[in-house]
């Protein structure tokens, strides 16, 4: 079932609450005060906190999948492919901070299997387009062939992973997009031919 726009209201505000306060903090007396109602009109739109949290995972996901939907384009090489990939995730992450932190805690505190799920959905999508991106290039001549698409791709995505968690542990003092674009100039002398 689609979300209200009522939801998404307090999807958003939720996110915030994780960005600025930590996700220690998102409780529904606090969400509830950020939104300047009683925490029973909270529960007529989520049934629990995990009902909250599911449904904030599902609204990231469903809103990366529209983004991520729009970058790929296998009509050119894979190498600028490849490229387009990896800075638009980047920018991305950047644009929608409040939802970069609240994947990566609840990746970090969340034990609810259906919520890691959902959010396990963005990494598999990307890993799973990021070998085949890869596998294409090693067939254009333009990837390395003596390592798999799969270590090359782990090699990539750690060091993105490495680079956002040091963005949001220092509150965006970490010049993402352009340590990325050092670590990405590092990576290509190691993976292109």
């Given at each position: 079932m689609p979300l209200s726009d009522r939801q998404k209201e307090i999807i958003i505000i939720a996110t915030e609450i994780i960005c600025k306060k930590g996700i220690q903090n998102l409780t529904m007396r606090n969400l509830a005060d950020?939104?300047?109602v009683t925490e029973p009109a909270i529960y007529r739109h989520f049934e629990s906190k995990d009902d909250l949290m599911l449904k904030i995972a599902e609204f990231i996901v469903k809103n990366w999948n529209k983004v991520y939907a729009d970058i790929l384009n296998p009509d050119i090489p894979a190498k600028e492919e490849l490229q387009l990939l990896?800075?638009?995730?980047?920018?991305?992450?950047?644009?929608?901070r409040y939802f970069s932190h609240t994947i990566f805690s609840f990746g970090s505190i969340v034990n609810n299997k259906k919520i890691l799920n959902a959010l396990g959905q963005i990494e598999s999508l990307g890993r799973k387009d990021l070998v085949r991106i890869l596998k294409r290039g090693q067939k254009e001549g333009s990837i390395r062939c003596d390592l798999s698409s799969a270590i090359?791709?782990?090699i990539i995505l750690s060091t993105l992973e490495v680079a956002i968690t040091r963005w949001i542990l220092t509150d965006g003092d970490y010049d993402l997009e352009n340590k990325w674009q050092i670590n990405w100039k590092t990576l290509k002398d190691i993976i292109m031919i």
């Open positions: 950020a939104l300047d990896l800075n638009s995730v980047v920018k991305y992450f950047v644009n929608n090359i791709a782990e």
